[in-house]
């Protein structure tokens, strides 16, 4: 899986909160299967506005393109790494159900070919 980070409107992201950001973010590939090789995680890393709290929060927003679907998720934390385990849990959530997904005419051609060979 290729990572791309993009933090051009975070200014104080030192090398070592972007490599933990990478490594919190990479345990997603183990969902995606034969997709794993081609799949691309681009993240983007932001201030967001304060509203009310007294620290600065982080935005973090990551698409994930996989075969051909496109999974999101979006986090405001307090810290980078509560933002990056927040997506990384909700992208995990979302790989988990559209990996099971089927649809009700595949299901039911599968049904139909399996009874057509039940004499054999």
Do not use: C
């Amino acid at each position: 899986m290729n990572i791309s980070l993009n933090a051009k409107q975070y200014e104080n992201l030192s090398p070592s909160a972007r490599a933990m950001v990478e490594e919190k973010l990479a345990p997603v590939a183990r969902l995606l299967g034969e997709h794993e090789a081609t799949a691309l995680l681009d993240v983007e890393l932001a201030e967001a506005p304060a509203e009310g709290r007294s620290a600065t929060p982080t935005r973090l927003t990551a698409t994930l393109t996989f075969g051909s679907e496109v999974a999101r998720a979006e986090a405001v934390k307090p810290t980078p790494e509560s933002a990056a385990d927040r997506v990384r849990a909700m992208l995990e959530a979302e790989v988990r159900r559209r990996r099971g997904k089927e649809g009700a005419w595949r299901r039911s051609a599968r049904r139909a070919k399996d009874w057509l060979r039940f004499g054999r």
